[in-house]
C-alpha cells in the first residue's frame, strides 16, 4: 500500500500543497512581491523546514501505516474507543445522558461494525434471518431516530418504541435513576413519545431508503444481504406499540399503531407490561389479553400484505407475575397462535442487592443486574408452559456473553439488553457476541438453535 502511495497521484498532490518546505514557493512568492515593489518574506528558516519535513513525513507514514491495517482490526479499535467516551456520559443527568446518546447515533457518530457475524449465532425466526440473537431493547430509541445507526452496530435486531397513538411527555421528571454499582436503572417514564405520526414519518423515510438501495444495488453480495436483512437495514426492526394514558380504550390505541406502523416493522409488540402506565398491566390478565390479542390480529390481518406476509405479533410481560397468571397468559398464546413472547419488561420489585439501596423506594421499573433471575426464572417457566412451540425473546439483566447463553438455555430463541448497553456502550456488543459464540462452542452447540431451551429439557 505505502508504494502505491508514492506512485499516486495523491503523493503529488500533498508535496504540492507543502512545496515551500524547500523554498521554492517561498523564492516565488519574493519575486512576485518584488516585482510590485513589496517588501520581501523572508524564508523559512531551517528549524522551520525541518519541522515541515517532519509532519509530512508523518502523515505519509501515518497514511501508509493505516492503509496496511485489515478493516476488522480497524473496526475493533473503533469500538474499544468507545470505551474512552463512555465515562463522560456518566457524569451527566441520566436523561440528559440518553438523548445526547440518541442524537449521537441519530447523527452517525457511533462506530458501524464491518465485521461479520459468527455463523454459529445465525438463527431462523417467523421466517427472517438474524445473523445474531442480540437485540436493543425497546427504551432506547423510543422514537425511531437512530434505527440505521443502532442496527449498524452490529445488534441482530433493534426494537423502537414504546410508540402512542398520540403525543405524550410521560412522568415529570426526574424520573430515571442509575445505580450503577448494582448495574440496575429504576425509570417511571411512563410512554414518554413523540407519537405514531412522527414515528410513522421517519420509519416511511429509513424503508424507502432501504427499498432504493435494493433496487439500485447490482452486487450479489448486497443482494444476499438484503434478502436476509429487514425492512430497514441489514438487521431486524421491532416496533414497540403502548397506550396512552388518558386512554379509556386501549385496544383502539394498539389497533391505530398496527394500521399506521406495522408495514414498516419487521414484527410488532403489544406492551401490556410497563408498570409507569396506570391500568396497563391488568390488560395480562386471561380474558382481557384474549379480546385484546384477537382485535389487533384482526386489525393486522385485514390489511393488504405482499409476499412476505404481514408481521409477527408478539407480547411483552411483566416478570411481576404469579404461577396463574403465567398459565393463563400461555394458554391465550397457544390458543391464539400468537408469534412470540418478550419476557420480561422492568420488575416493581426491589430484590437484592436494591432493596436497602436508597434510591429503592424511587417508584417506577427496575431493570439491569438485578432482574437477571427473575426475569431468566419467568423464560423458563413460560417456555415450559407453552410446549417450546412459541418463540420467546429473554430479557432482563444481561450484560455478558454467558448472560445471553443462560437465557438462550432457559428458552429464549433471541435476545436482548439495555441497562448494560446504557452502562457498557457500543464495545459491549462484539464482546456479547463472541463470548456467546465461545460458550455454543465449548458446550458442542453447533448453532444458536440447538441451544435453546437446553436447561428445559
Not at 505519509?60 to 463522560?88: H, M, Q
Not at 404461577?323 to 393463563?328: G, R, V
Not at 412451540?389 to 437465557?407: H, T
Amino acid at each position: 500500500m505505502a508504494a502505491r502511495f508514492w506512485r499516486s497521484p495523491a503523493r503529488n498532490e500533498l508535496l504540492n500543497k507543502f512545496k515551500f518546505a524547500d523554498g521554492s514557493a517561498t523564492r516565488r512568492l519574493s519575486t512576485a512581491h518584488g516585482a510590485a515593489g513589496g517588501p520581501k518574506p523572508a524564508h523559512l528558516s531551517k528549524k522551520g523546514r525541518l519541522l515541515t519535513g517532519a509532519m509530512i513525513g508523518l502523515v505519509i507514514a501515518g497514511g501508509a501505516y493505516v492503509s496496511t491495517i485489515d478493516e476488522a482490526t480497524y473496526c475493533g479499535w473503533l469500538f474499544k474507543a468507545t470505551r474512552i467516551v463512555n465515562p463522560f456520559f456518566a457524569l451527566l443527568d441520566a436523561e440528559l445522558a440518553h438523548r445526547l446518546a440518541v442524537s449521537a447515533a441519530a447523527h452517525g457518530f457511533v462506530p458501524r461494525e464491518k465485521r461479520p457475524d459468527p455463523a454459529i449465532l445465525g438463527v431462523d425466526v417467523w421466517g427472517r434471518r438474524f445473523t445474531n440473537p442480540i437485540g436493543l431493547a425497546a427504551g432506547f430509541d423510543k422514537n425511531a431516530e437512530a434505527v440505521e445507526s443502532l442496527l449498524g452496530l452490529g445488534f441482530g435486531f433493534v426494537e423502537v418504541g414504546s410508540v402512542t397513538p398520540m403525543p405524550q411527555d410521560g412522568n415529570p421528571k426526574p424520573r430515571i435513576f442509575r445505580l450503577p454499582k448494582e448495574g440496575a436503572i429504576i425509570n417511571r417514564c411512563g410512554f414518554n413519545s413523540e407519537g405514531i405520526v412522527v414515528v410513522a414519518k421517519r420509519l416511511g423515510a429509513q424503508h424507502g431508503k432501504r427499498k432504493m438501495e435494493e433496487t439500485s444495488s447490482t452486487s450479489p453480495s448486497l443482494g444476499e444481504e438484503g434478502k436476509h436483512g429487514g425492512k430497514a437495514g441489514p438487521g431486524i426492526l421491532g416496533v414497540n406499540l403502548g397506550k396512552n394514558k388518558t386512554s379509556e380504550d386501549a385496544a383502539s390505541d394498539y389497533v391505530q399503531g398496527v394500521h399506521t406502523l406495522s408495514q414498516y416493522a419487521d414484527y410488532l409488540v403489544i406492551n401490556i407490561s410497563s408498570p409507569n402506565t396506570p391500568g396497563l398491566r391488568k390488560l395480562q390478565g386471561r380474558k382481557q389479553l384474549k379480546d385484546l390479542v384477537r382485535k389487533v390480529q384482526a386489525a393486522r390481518d385485514e390489511m393488504q400484505w405482499a409476499e412476505d406476509g404481514p408481521p409477527p405479533l408478539v407480547v411483552k410481560i411483566a416478570p411481576d407475575l404469579s404461577k396463574e397468571d403465567l398459565e393463563d397468559i400461555a394458554a391465550v398464546a397457544l390458543a391464539l397462535h400468537i408469534d412470540g413472547l418478550i419476557i420480561s419488561n422492568t420488575t416493581v420489585s426491589r430484590p437484592e442487592p436494591v432493596n436497602s439501596h436508597p434510591l429503592a423506594g424511587e417508584p417506577g421499573g427496575l431493570s439491569g443486574k438485578p432482574l437477571f433471575e427473575m426475569s431468566t426464572n419467568i423464560l423458563k417457566e413460560m417456555y415450559i408452559l407453552t410446549l417450546g412451540k412459541i418463540p420467546l425473546i429473554g430479557v432482563g439483566g444481561i450484560s455478558s456473553g454467558e448472560d445471553a447463553y443462560k437465557k438462550i438455555r432457559s428458552g429464549a430463541t433471541l435476545v436482548q439488553l439495555y441497562t448494560a448497553f446504557a452502562y457498557g456502550g457500543p464495545a459491549l456488543i462484539p464482546e456479547i457476541k463472541a463470548e456467546l459464540a465461545e460458550c455454543l462452542k465449548r458446550d458442542g452447540f453447533k448453532s444458536t438453535q440447538e441451544a435453546v431451551g437446553a436447561d428445559c429439557k
